[in-house]
Protein backbone atom coordinates (compact mmCIF):
# COMPACT_ATOMS: atom_id res chain seq x y z
CA UNK A 1 0.00 0.00 0.00
CA UNK A 2 1.68 3.26 -1.00
CA UNK A 3 1.64 6.55 0.81
CA UNK A 4 1.91 9.87 -0.56
CA UNK A 5 2.60 12.99 0.61
CA UNK A 6 2.17 16.10 -0.95
CA UNK A 7 4.14 19.28 -0.17
CA UNK A 8 4.78 23.21 -1.84
CA UNK A 9 1.21 24.65 -1.31
CA UNK A 10 1.64 28.65 0.06
CA UNK A 11 0.06 31.82 -0.56
CA UNK A 12 1.10 33.35 -4.07
CA UNK A 13 -0.11 36.75 -5.75
CA UNK A 14 -2.12 36.71 -9.03
CA UNK A 15 -0.01 35.92 -12.24
CA UNK A 16 2.75 33.84 -9.78
CA UNK A 17 3.91 30.42 -9.39
CA UNK A 18 4.43 27.21 -7.65
CA UNK A 19 5.75 23.71 -8.00
CA UNK A 20 3.97 20.83 -5.63
CA UNK A 21 5.57 17.96 -4.93
CA UNK A 22 4.13 14.58 -4.00
CA UNK A 23 6.44 12.25 -2.54
CA UNK A 24 5.56 8.43 -2.72
CA UNK A 25 6.65 5.22 -0.11
CA UNK A 26 7.46 2.90 -2.51
CA UNK A 27 8.80 2.96 -6.56
CA UNK A 28 5.69 3.62 -8.20
CA UNK A 29 7.50 3.21 -11.52
CA UNK A 30 8.17 -0.41 -10.85
CA UNK A 31 4.82 -0.70 -9.23
CA UNK A 32 3.23 0.81 -12.53
CA UNK A 33 0.89 3.47 -10.45
CA UNK A 34 -1.05 6.38 -12.36
CA UNK A 35 -1.26 9.44 -10.95
CA UNK A 36 -2.97 12.17 -10.49
CA UNK A 37 -3.78 15.67 -8.80
CA UNK A 38 -6.80 17.05 -7.82
CA UNK A 39 -8.24 20.02 -5.71
CA UNK A 40 -11.18 21.03 -3.46
CA UNK A 41 -12.20 24.41 -2.81
CA UNK A 42 -14.37 25.24 -0.13
CA UNK A 43 -17.71 24.31 -1.00
CA UNK A 44 -16.95 22.83 -3.88
CA UNK A 45 -16.43 18.88 -4.97
CA UNK A 46 -13.31 17.88 -5.56
CA UNK A 47 -11.74 18.21 -9.20
CA UNK A 48 -9.77 17.04 -11.87
CA UNK A 49 -6.98 19.10 -12.18
CA UNK A 50 -4.46 16.66 -14.41
CA UNK A 51 -2.96 12.65 -14.21
CA UNK A 52 -0.23 11.20 -15.56
CA UNK A 53 0.22 7.55 -16.77
CA UNK A 54 2.78 5.19 -15.07
CA UNK A 55 5.11 5.25 -17.41
CA UNK A 56 4.87 8.99 -17.73
CA UNK A 57 4.21 8.58 -21.67
CA UNK A 58 0.77 10.03 -21.27
CA UNK A 59 -0.92 13.40 -19.95
CA UNK A 60 -4.06 14.22 -19.45
CA UNK A 61 -5.52 18.29 -18.21
CA UNK A 62 -8.50 19.69 -17.14
CA UNK A 63 -9.15 22.56 -19.63
CA UNK A 64 -8.90 25.47 -16.96
CA UNK A 65 -5.27 24.27 -16.23
CA UNK A 66 -4.66 23.27 -19.64
CA UNK A 67 -1.13 25.66 -20.67
CA UNK A 68 -1.03 26.98 -17.45
CA UNK A 69 -0.10 23.66 -15.92
CA UNK A 70 2.61 20.72 -16.25
CA UNK A 71 2.49 17.45 -14.24
CA UNK A 72 5.61 15.16 -14.25
CA UNK A 73 7.61 12.75 -12.63
CA UNK A 74 10.40 11.35 -11.10
CA UNK A 75 10.24 7.95 -10.30
CA UNK A 76 13.97 7.69 -9.06
CA UNK A 77 12.82 9.93 -6.58
CA UNK A 78 9.52 8.78 -5.85
CA UNK A 79 8.29 12.11 -6.58
CA UNK A 80 5.44 13.34 -8.98
CA UNK A 81 5.19 17.19 -9.54
CA UNK A 82 2.54 19.62 -10.74
CA UNK A 83 4.46 23.04 -11.79
CA UNK A 84 1.68 26.09 -11.58
CA UNK A 85 1.89 28.93 -13.36
CA UNK A 86 0.17 32.05 -14.15
CA UNK A 87 -1.82 31.67 -11.03
CA UNK A 88 -5.41 32.62 -10.76
CA UNK A 89 -7.53 33.53 -7.63
CA UNK A 90 -10.17 30.65 -8.63
CA UNK A 91 -7.05 28.15 -8.51
CA UNK A 92 -7.13 28.76 -4.80
CA UNK A 93 -7.85 25.26 -3.05
CA UNK A 94 -6.35 22.50 -1.24
CA UNK A 95 -4.56 20.22 -3.94
CA UNK A 96 -4.74 16.62 -3.70
CA UNK A 97 -2.35 14.17 -5.18
CA UNK A 98 -3.82 10.22 -5.67
CA UNK A 99 -2.17 7.06 -7.36
CA UNK A 100 -3.80 3.89 -8.67
CA UNK A 101 -2.43 0.95 -9.88
CA UNK A 102 -3.14 0.02 -13.44
CA UNK A 103 -2.02 -2.74 -16.09
CA UNK A 104 -2.90 -0.05 -18.77
CA UNK A 105 -0.69 3.00 -20.41
CA UNK A 106 -3.52 5.35 -19.67
CA UNK A 107 -4.34 8.32 -17.38
CA UNK A 108 -7.76 8.41 -14.86
CA UNK A 109 -9.55 11.78 -14.30
CA UNK A 110 -12.39 10.82 -11.58
CA UNK A 111 -11.54 11.14 -8.04
CA UNK A 112 -13.07 7.12 -7.96
CA UNK A 113 -10.27 5.81 -9.78
CA UNK A 114 -8.04 6.16 -7.31
CA UNK A 115 -7.70 4.19 -4.77
CA UNK A 116 -4.26 6.30 -2.70
CA UNK A 117 -4.46 9.59 -1.59
CA UNK A 118 -2.50 12.32 0.30
CA UNK A 119 -3.54 14.44 3.03
CA UNK A 120 -3.82 17.72 0.66
CA UNK A 121 -1.77 20.89 0.60
CA UNK A 122 -3.43 24.52 0.21
CA UNK A 123 -2.55 26.43 -2.67
CA UNK A 124 -3.87 30.60 -2.11
CA UNK A 125 -4.03 32.88 -5.01
CA UNK A 126 -4.52 36.45 -4.00
CA UNK A 127 -5.93 38.71 -6.28
Known amino acids: QVQLVESGGGLVQAGGSLRLSCTTSERTFNSRYAMGWFRQAPGKEREFVAA????????DYADSVKGRFTISRDDFKNTMYLEMNSLKPEDTAVYYCAAVRTSGWVTFSQPNEYNFWGQGTQVTVSS
Open 52 to 59: ISWSGSST
